[in-house]
């Protein structure tokens, strides 16, 4: 029995969120009610607040959502990552990016980034920062293999070159959901010529891997 309330739970809270995503796309955030997505979802609104206490709770749990598929898929490929780093690193936060529209517009994107900037001390900031970090933390998780291999330089903190890397992106991210005229193909551009860049200074010098080489 607890296991099919469990499963019951979570297919209202997929409904809900589809439901929201949806409307949210078609009508702006501001426009639209819990009433409108109870009834999209068809369910009672106080079913949906049973599960959210505002449409701000909703768009977190989309965001969340849109996180949780990403970092899935990002495990299989942190666990055996192939094309060293520059093939590597585009596979990773290029899925990042193309699943990135999947259940968000920019425009929720944007009202997203508003709230957690606006309002730092609410569970809503504090969770979009977590999100946030766990996917620098599978970043780091990427380049902490890619050193294991011989792939990257060995002497670089790889927990350190996480933060930056994905501080890097997310810029690129932000300013991509800015601009309702960029594409995905734009932005995929874009990645490629930083990572190519990120390549040259993190790569080993063959100077470098001789001394390695030669260490006890």
């Not at 499963?7 to 439901?19: F, G, H, P």
């Not at 890097?168 to 551009?189: G, Y």
């Not at 790569?203 to 030669?214: G, L, Q, V």
Request: charged share 25%; aromatic share 8%.
């Amino acid at each position: 029995m607890t296991g099919l309330r469990a499963q019951n739970k979570a297919d209202r809270t997929r409904r809900i969120l589809e439901s929201a995503s949806r409307l949210f796309r078609e009508s702006g955030f501001d426009s639209v009610r819990i009433e409108d997505i109870a009834m999209d979802a068809q369910m009672s609104p106080g079913t949906v607040y049973n599960y959210f206490s505002t449409k701000g709770d909703v768009l977190l749990a989309i965001v969340a959502m849109e996180v949780e598929e990403v970092l899935v898929a990002g495990e299989t490929l942190v666990a055996d990552p192939q094309g060293g780093f520059d093939g590597a690193m585009t596979k990773l936060i290029g899925g990042y990016y193309d699943h990135s529209l999947k259940y968000l517009s920019k425009a929720m994107w944007r009202t997203a980034m508003a709230q957690s900037i606006a309002h730092p001390e609410t569970a809503f900031s504090r969770h979009y920062t977590e999100l946030d970090q766990r996917l620098t933390d599978q970043i780091s998780a990427l380049i902490s293999k890619l050193q294991s291999r011989g792939d990257l330089r060995a002497d670089l903190e790889a927990n350190v070159l996480g933060v930056i890397i994905f501080n890097d992106i997310n810029m690129m991210f932000v300013e991509f959901v800015k601009n309702e005229n960029a594409s995905l193909k734009t932005l995929r551009r874009d990645l490629k010529a930083h990572l190519q860049q990120f390549s040259m200074l993190l790569h080993p010098s063959p100077d470098t891997c001789a001394t390695e080489r030669e260490s006890p």
